[in-house]
C-alpha cells in the first residue's frame, strides 16, 4: 500500500509560479512511477505530467511543455511539479497518482494510488 499527500496549492496570479510536492508514505518509493493529474468539475481527469522509477522518463501533455516539469526525490519519497508561467486556464485540482505497472502513463485507470489533491487556482 502507498498513501499519498500533497501540497503547495494555493492562489496566484497569471504568469506566477507554484511548486506542488507529494509526498508518499511506505517502502519502495523508487519502484513506483509516478503522475500527475488535473481535474476541474464536470470535467474528466486530464493527464499533465509523468516520471518513471528511476526517473529517467519524463512525459507532459502539450499544454504544460516548457513551463511544468515533475522531478522526485527517491530519498524523500517525494514527486514534485514545479509549475512556472501559470495561466488561468492551469486552474484545476492536482492529484498525484503512483503505478507499479506498465500501461499508459496517461490515463488515469493505469494508476494503483492516488492522493487526495491540491487545489490550484490562477487568477488573472
Known amino acids: 500500500q502507498v498513501q499519498l499527500v500533497e501540497s503547495g496549492g494555493g492562489l496566484v496570479q497569471t504568469g506566477g509560479s507554484l511548486r506542488l510536492s507529494c509526498a508518499a508514505s511506505?517502502?519502495?518509493?523508487?519502484?513506483?512511477?509516478m503522475g500527475w493529474f488535473r481535474q476541474v468539475p464536470g470535467k474528466e481527469r486530464e493527464f499533465v505530467a509523468y516520471?518513471?522509477?528511476?526517473?529517467?522518463?519524463?512525459y507532459y501533455t502539450d499544454s504544460v511543455k516548457g513551463r511544468f516539469t515533475i522531478s522526485r526525490d527517491n530519498a524523500k519519497n517525494t514527486v514534485y511539479l514545479q509549475m512556472n508561467s501559470l495561466k488561468p486556464e492551469d486552474t484545476a485540482v492536482y492529484y498525484c497518482?503512483?503505478?507499479?505497472?506498465?500501461?499508459?502513463?496517461?490515463?488515469?485507470?493505469?494508476?494503483?494510488?492516488w492522493g487526495q489533491g491540491t487545489q490550484v487556482t490562477v487568477f488573472s
Open positions: 516520471r518513471s522509477g528511476n526517473g529517467g522518463r519524463t
Open positions: 497518482a503512483a503505478v507499479t505497472s506498465s500501461g499508459s502513463v496517461d490515463r488515469p485507470t493505469s494508476y494503483d494510488y
Open positions: 511506505g517502502r519502495s518509493f523508487s519502484t513506483y512511477a
